[in-house]
């Protein structure tokens, strides 16, 4: 079945760490997407990409990094730069627009 | 980038059909209406989209005003699986990045 796979579903990191998170799809998106959320709020845009090997700043770009090396798949690091790390990470893919989104299960980073 | 303003909450009875109502005053002759919905610690589901003509799929009706500046998504008989955030979204049209960004959605409460 095609769809979006995160890895891990939890993450616990201690404070001044690099993180990596994982998003693979296989659904043939050209599109992918990295979005924030933190309790009771909506979804905050971090990094997209739309083809391989290039990728634009969303509207909290700052602390974070992405790689778009293969089509299927777009991980972002969380680095110690990003000051309130500790939040709900979610992943997503598309084709080129209008089509419809498809999000991944998420991944809960937790930084202590 | 053009906004949307829905209700915080909303209530319906379990087989009742639900009005979810959108306001998008601002939105771009090329803008997009995207619904996703979202359950506790998942990732957003697809719901539908549109851009001038009122679409249904097997999930929900949206119907969109002749000006396109709301829009209502219509399901139309509520369960309590419905029970859940819905995101009203404009998502950016033809030739762009067909990012979507969130608001903080309408939670819709359904009662036994």
């Known amino acids: 079945d095609g769809g979006i796979t995160q890895s891990p579903k939890y993450l616990f990191r201690k404070e001044g760490q690099n993180v990596t998170l994982s998003c693979e799809q296989n659904l043939n998106h050209d599109a992918m997407y990295w979005y924030r959320q933190d309790p009771g709020q909506g979804l905050r845009l971090i990094y997209y990409?739309?083809?391989?090997?290039?990728?634009q700043k969303g509207d909290i770009a700052e602390g974070y990094s992405v790689s778009r090396e293969k089509k299927e798949s777009f991980p972002l690091t969380v680095t110690s730069a990003q000051k309130n790390p500790t939040a709900f990470y979610l992943c997503?893919?598309?084709?080129?627009?209008?089509?419809?989104?498809?999000f991944g299960s998420g991944t809960r980073l937790t930084v202590v | 980038d053009a906004k949307t303003t829905q209700p915080n909450s909303m209530e319906s009875n379990e087989e009742e059909p639900v009005h979810l109502p959108c306001n998008h005053s601002t939105i771009s002759g090329t803008d997009y209406i995207h619904w996703y919905r979202q359950l506790p610690s998942q990732g957003p589901e697809y719901v539908i989209h549109g851009l001038t003509s009122n679409v249904n799929n097997r999930m929900a009706s949206l119907a969109i005003a002749e000006d396109r500046k709301s829009s209502t998504l219509i399901l139309h008989r509520a369960t309590l699986r419905d029970a859940a955030v819905y995101y009203c979204i404009l998502g950016h049209g033809s030739g762009n990045t067909g990012k979507l960004i969130f608001g903080q959605g309408t939670t819709l409460q359904v009662k036994p």
């Open positions: 997503a893919s598309s084709i080129i627009p209008p089509g419809g989104y498809t």
């Open positions: 990409s739309q083809i391989v090997n290039d990728f």
